[in-house]
Structures are given as structure tokens and as C-alpha cells.
């Protein structure tokens, strides 16, 4: 399966964006979808996953309230609503996706994760 994350940009402390990752090619593979994040010098970072037949959603801590997963099954669209965004979350965000039917405990992990698209940047100014 092919993933391509769109949607970041620059926007202000508090402010909102809307991350979409379409998926193109085989997207039976795409059981589990996941977005993660990575920042210079530190490890790729989970941030939400979604579980495509039921919708059934995880979240990391630090954005739980905050950020929304979302899909169209109709367009093989996920979508990551950030809302009430602060400095902290700027990276680069990626999409990803797996065939597995991951458990919640498990969708965190990016070992788990077996196709990636290319990120899009986020930057939030304080």
C-alpha cells in the first residue's frame, strides 16, 4: 500500500490543522493505521492509530483530548484533526499502515507498522 500525508504547515500556539493520509495500492494491507512523529534527535514518537473495520482508536497521552483519528472508508483516507496545538508538537508527521489486526497495546509500536508514507511538516510557533 502506497500512504502520502498531507496537511502540515505552519500555524500559532492553539491553533488547529488537519493531517490526511490517503492510501492507494493494495489497501487490504491497511488493518491498522497509525500516525507517528519524529523531531530531530529524538526517536519516532506515536501519536494515534485506528483500527479500519470499527474505528476503534488509540491515542498517545500527550495528545489525548487534543487530536482526533479519523477515516473514510469510502476515500482510504485517514485523518489526524490537532487542535489546541502547542510548540511541543512540531515534527515531522508520518502515516502508516499494517495488516495486522493490532491490539491496543500494540498499535503504538512502529516495529509493528510495515508500510510508511512520506512525512509532512508541522510547525507550531509560540
Known amino acids: 500500500v502506497q500512504l502520502q500525508a498531507s496537511g502540515g504547515g505552519l500555524v500559532q500556539a492553539g491553533g488547529s490543522l488537519r493531517l490526511s493520509c490517503p492510501a492507494a495500492?493494495?489497501?487490504?494491507?491497511?488493518?491498522?493505521m497509525g500516525w507517528f512523529r519524529r523531531t530531530p534527535g529524538k526517536e519516532r514518537e506515536f501519536v494515534a492509530a485506528i483500527r479500519w473495520p470499527d474505528g476503534a482508536t488509540t491515542y498517545a497521552d500527550s495528545v489525548n483530548g487534543r487530536f482526533t483519528i479519523s477515516r473514510d472508508r469510502a476515500q482510504n483516507t485517514v485523518y489526524l484533526q490537532m487542535n489546541s496545538l502547542k510548540p511541543e508538537d512540531t515534527a515531522v508527521y508520518y502515516c502508516?499502515?499494517?495488516?495486522?489486526?493490532?491490539?491496543?497495546?500494540?498499535?503504538?509500536?512502529?516495529?509493528?507498522?510495515?508500510?510508511w508514507g512520506q512525512g509532512t511538516q508541522v510547525t507550531v510557533s509560540s
Open positions: 495500492g493494495r489497501t487490504s494491507n491497511s488493518y491498522t
Open positions: 502508516a499502515a499494517t495488516a495486522k489486526n493490532l491490539i491496543s497495546s500494540s498499535r503504538s509500536s512502529s516495529t509493528q507498522y510495515d508500510s
